[in-house]
């Protein structure tokens, strides 16, 4: 199980992550899709 609550990310002055949640069950497979430079591999 992985969650995630209220995560915000700033990194050289640039907002990538605003409050942003997620819940995934155990067994969940799901994918992040995103532009260059969005916060997706900061993410995890």
Request: no cysteine; hydrophobic share 45%.
């Amino acid at each position: 199980m992985l969650i995630i609550n209220d995560l915000s990310l700033r990194m050289a002055g640039r907002l990538l992550l605003d409050h942003a949640s997620l819940t995934l069950p155990a067994g969940t497979k799901a994918g992040l899709v995103g532009r260059n430079g969005t916060g997706k591999t900061t993410l995890f």
